[in-house]
């Protein structure tokens, strides 16, 4: 009997996702003769749906919700939740730690592979900004996301209660770093939160929230245009949020915000979105990569120079074919990454049966973006949109595109229910520390430790 051919993707996001859902279709008879395999490693049990975060960070849609469980949609596939450390292609091998390695102390273990699909995303790209690592709040994941949420909330009952100013000023700013989507739709999101939040507290009003989007350009969303971006400006700006272009951050130590026009900001939140980079896996690879640290791809998703390896979506330089530049590569975002990911797999199952590979070729249809309920902006297909038209493209597109029917009709129930019902205003920050309560019980009390258990 001939050996399976194996393949593994590296990475459960986007690109990693799409691509062994497509596979398990495309190679359905092969898997189920047992001549070909595919393996996903990934450090979570789940797909995050990123454009839902600033949602679910505003309390509109359930935490569960942004996420799609990988063992439920890739149910053909062997799931592996561990990190790939390494990877030598050259002797078809990738070097990886799990939770059972962890627990039995034994270190790494190696995966062997005939294809290779490497999609391992990207990850917060930070600067040396001191006090960045100690008070900087991320958010690209949906800890991140729920842990912000309770934060800002944490906040609010803070400054409600405390008798000290300064500490209600600090408590009441909250500064943004990173004028892209994230850092806009988060900002955007939580302040319609919080503002409608301020109505529960005694002493409390919105007017006191002070919102401040730090951006070191000269513009905000630059993938929905230059006029729309200036519209977003001004309705953030409308709602007193303080938007500072041409500025970053120079430090945050001592819990204060100091910019580079000067300005001294005591906050005790800090978030930082301010652009990602590749994984760090790449550079313990030996396929080839970019100035910018990414694997340089074929138009046919095949890496530059390389049989059998694979990549698409953040990690990859694709080439656009579509771009009227020469030279130019296709942008890292959601759109590029789930459409690569239908090419790559019907690519590797050309591959494997000797057909001919197609290029992967999609012009960039335009983006929209949430700015808080009801507000948006729209760049799509040359038409520009905002406000309320803007903000319900922005949901059928997302809604759309979140894969599985069951997250569909999950999501779009939690809208509707949203929208008859007040929001929740509830702070969860001890989910974050669930043993805190009962390891302080524990605890024997001070001055016992030497007394003998009865």
């Known amino acids: 009997m ?25 190679l359905r008879a092969e898997l189920r003769a047992g001549t070909a395999e595919i393996a996903v490693v990934t450090p979570e049990p789940y797909m995050t749906y990123q454009p839902f975060l600033p949602e679910a960070a505003a309390g509109s849609i359930s935490p569960r919700h942004v996420v799609v469980p990988l063992r439920r949609v890739l149910d053909r596939c062997r799931i592996v939740i561990g990190e790939v450390r390494s990877v030598d292609h050259a002797k078809r091998t990738a070097t990886l730690s799990t939770l059972a390695t962890e627990e039995e102390g034994t270190g790494t273990v190696d995966m062997t592979y005939d294809e290779l699909v490497i999609a391992p995303g990207s990850v917060s790209r930070t600067l040396p900004v001191p006090g960045l690592a100690d008070h900087g709040i991320g958010f690209k994941t949906v800890e991140e996301a729920i842990g912000l949420r309770n934060h800002v909330i944490e906040q609010m009952d803070i400054a409600s209660s405390t008798r000290d100013p300064a500490i209600r000023d ?13 850092g806009v739709e988060a900002l955007a999101e939580l302040e319609d939160m919080a503002r409608y939040t301020a109505r529960y507290y005694h002493n409390v009003k919105p007017e006191d929230l002070r919102w401040v989007l730090v951006e070191a350009s000269d513009r905000i969303l630059p993938e929905v245009g230059e006029e729309m971006g200036r519209y977003a400006i001004r309705e953030l700006r409308g709602r007193n949020i303080d938007v500072r272009l041409r500025t970053r951050l120079e430090t945050c130590e001592d819990r204060v915000a100091v910019l580079s026009d000067g300005t001294r900001l005591p906050t005790r939140t800090v978030v930082w979105t301010a652009g990602v980079k590749p994984a760090p896996v790449l550079a313990a690879t030996d396929l080839p990569l970019d100035e910018r640290g990414r694997i340089r791809c074929t138009a046919e998703l095949t890496v530059d120079g390389v049989a059998h390896a694979w990549a ?26 789930v459409r690569q990911a239908k090419v790559l797999a019907e690519n590797i199952a050309a591959s494997l049966r000797g057909e001919p590979l197609k290029e992967y070729a999609h012009a960039y249809v335009g983006s929209v973006a949430s700015l808080g309920l009801h507000k948006g902006v729209a760049h799509v297909y040359g038409r520009k949109l905002k406000g309320y038209p ?44 669930p043993r805190a309560e009962f390891e302080l019980a524990a605890a024997p009390p001070p001055g016992d430790g030497d007394k003998p258990q009865s």
């Not at 698409?312 to 990454?337: F, I, L, M, W, Y």
Request: charge should be positive; aromatic fraction near 10%; glycine fraction near 10%.
């Open 2 to 26: 001939t050996e399976p051919a194996r393949i593994l993707v590296v990475g459960g996001g986007y690109v990693g996702l799409y691509t062994a859902l497509r596979l398990q279709r495309q």
């Open 170 to 182: 600090a408590a009441l700013t909250f500064v943004f770093v990173g004028g892209g989507y994230a």
């Open 312 to 337: 698409a979506g953040d990690a990859a330089a694709v080439p656009d074919v579509t771009a009227k530049e020469p030279g130019k590569e296709c942008a890292p975002n959601a759109q590029h990454a």
């Open 390 to 433: 803007a903000w319900f493209m922005h949901r059928a597109y997302h809604l759309s595109r979140v894969p599985t029917f069951n997250r569909k009709a999950r999501v779009l129930a939690e809208w509707t229910l949203s929208g008859l019902f007040k929001r929740e205003i509830v702070s969860l920050g001890s989910l974050e520390h």
